[in-house]
């Protein structure tokens, strides 16, 4: 098992930033990739970031390309998204999870996941 521990959400405002942290713990040896995924009220969970636990590879959704940035801390079992210019429609809760499978773009690849932490970005 992985546990999986997000934190850095927050209130925002339009063009702000935030930072958030995700702690790993147990079998992280068994862990291929990281991602961080987003539900909206009413949509469905979708994946908006993924790295390899190498780091060799990542992935973004269309949706915040140039904005997020995803990245890990291999020492501290530890993945952040750092997301700039935030706009309204990234007020979502955010989850990380990780995933056994080197499909690591795909959304139904990942096998443990967070609590989640609500980000909401005012207009």
């Known amino acids: 098992q992985v546990q999986l521990v997000e934190s850095g959400g927050g209130l925002v405002q339009t063009g702000g930033s935030l930072r958030l942290s995700c702690a790993a713990s147990?079998?992280?040896?068994?862990?291929?990739?990281m991602g961080w995924f987003r539900q909206a009220p009413g949509k469905e969970r979708v994946l908006v970031a993924a790295i390899t636990w190498s780091g060799a590879s990542v992935y973004y959704a269309d949706s915040v390309k140039g904005r997020f940035t995803i990245s890990r801390d291999n020492a501290k079992n530890t993945v952040y998204l750092q997301m700039n210019s935030l706009k309204p429609e990234d007020t979502a809760v955010y989850y990380c999870?990780?995933?056994?499978?080197?499909?690591?773009?795909?959304?139904?690849?990942?096998?443990?996941w967070g609590q989640g932490t609500q980000v909401t970005v005012s207009s």
């Open positions: 999870a990780a995933g056994r499978s080197d499909l690591y773009y795909i959304s139904a690849s990942y096998d443990y």
């Open positions: 147990g079998r992280t040896f068994s862990i291929y990739a």
